[in-house]
T-cell receptor, first 112, second 115 residues
């Protein structure tokens, strides 16, 4: 069965510094990977996805993610974090039956 | 294009009651999934419907049920409510066609409080 792990419950960075949120995956076959963001009392918003092709995927709000097959990782990155990026971030993987499995989530706090 | 709409947004019930939550997917999306989100358990998959058929099911008791109508709208029902059912219930729809990534588009959720 497919799964994702987000090893960090919390990530704290200063505004203007690079932001990285880590995700590792376990899946048989080619992975379909996703990142979502959730603001307080809201639903999840889709950020980006990896299906195939370039290992660096660009998404919404200046976020990008790097797919690394040898390390089975799909880390989310932003070169310069904003206070408004403070939110809960989820990594997810899709199985062949179109079911998405989510990681536990990482709370990102960006301090001014 | 309208997003995923969930109703009601907030509701309060007492133990033993039942509740029905509604979800209208993005126009053209045939797949609707439901998730339960709690601080302790994170996002837990409930079930997924595609063209009125349950295609995937999570590990929830039979008190949790759902259905999908011919217009792709979906409802989920929880009977005999327990305190532990207090959660944010999220609905998501997807395009789900061959060649698509199957990414989900979420509604704002229905916040259920069981007293």
């Amino acid at each position: 069965a497919q799964s994702v792990a987000q090893p960090e419950d919390q990530v704290n960075v200063a505004e203007g510094n690079p932001l990285t949120v880590k995700c590792t995956y376990s899946v048989s076959g080619n992975p379909y990977l996703f990142w979502y963001v959730q603001y307080p009392n809201r639903g999840l918003q889709f950020l980006l996805k990896y299906i195939t092709g370039d290992n660096l995927v660009k998404g919404s709000y200046g976020f990008e993610a790097e797919f690394n097959k040898s390390q089975t990782s799909f880390h989310l990155k932003k070169p310069s974090a904003l206070v408004s990026d403070s939110a809960l971030y989820f990594c997810a993987v899709r199985d062949v039956r179109y079911k998405l499995s989510f990681g536990a989530g990482t709370t990102v706090t960006v301090r001014a | 294009k309208a997003g995923v709409t969930q109703t009601p947004r907030y509701l309060i019930k007492t133990r033993g009651q039942q509740v029905t939550l509604s979800c209208s997917p993005i126009s053209g999306h045939r797949s609707v999934s439901w998730y339960q989100q709690t601080p302790g358990q994170g996002l837990q998959f409930l079930f997924e419907y595609f063209s009125e058929t349950q295609r995937n099911k999570g590990n929830f008791p039979g008190r949790f049920s759902g259905r999908q109508f011919s217009n792709s709208r979906s409802e989920m029902n929880v009977s005999t409510l327990e305190l532990g059912d207090s959660a944010l219930y999220l609905c998501a729809s997807s395009w789900d066609s061959p060649g698509s990534a199957g990414e989900l588009f979420f509604g704002e959720g229905s916040r259920l409080t069981v007293l």
